[in-house]
């Protein structure tokens, strides 16, 4: 069993200019949120801002090593995230929160994982994922 607990954070980019806020990156370049990356349960790209603030828990449990190089076990999660732009304050921000639960298989250095997840007043969405672990 583990419990994996993760924050990020990306600094504001942008000026003001004449009391208004003028932003250094095209919209493109601004920091998303959603996805599996970082609110499971919403769209990616569903927020986007100058600033990303977001952080998640996770609780994983093995439930087998059905092969001498894999393992199959079971995840359950909370993420919590918002973004905004430069000249905004983080503590009048609404937060949005997604939860949900996973399986997922291990074999050596690969890892498949299969989540639902529901955002609280978004809905649920399912993520498929993969990739190499080290």
Same mark, same amino acid.
């Given at each position: ?26 919209? /493109? !370049?601004?920091?998303?949120?959603? =996805? &599996? #990356?970082?609110?499971? +349960? ?31 076990? /079971? !995840?359950?999660?909370?993420?919590? =995230? &918002? #973004?905004?732009?430069? +000249? ?47």
């Amino acid at each position: 069993m583990a419990t994996l607990m993760n924050a990020a954070a990306v600094c504001p980019s942008g000026h003001i200019t004449n009391n208004r806020v003028i932003s250094l990156f095209a919209p /493109v !370049s601004k920091s998303t949120s959603g =996805g &599996t #990356a970082t609110l499971r +349960g919403f769209k990616t790209g569903f927020m986007t801002g100058d600033t990303l603030a977001a952080g998640s828990i996770e609780w994983r449990a093995p439930i087998s090593s059905p092969l001498n190089f894999g393992k199959l076990g /079971v !995840s359950v999660f909370a993420d919590a =995230g &918002t #973004a905004y732009d430069k +000249g905004e304050r983080l503590r009048d921000q609404n937060w949005r929160v997604g939860y949900g639960s996973s399986v997922w298989v291990t074999f050596t250095a690969f890892r498949m994982s299969l989540a639902v997840a529901h955002g609280r007043g978004a809905g649920t969405r399912v993520h498929f994922g993969g990739g190499f672990s080290f």
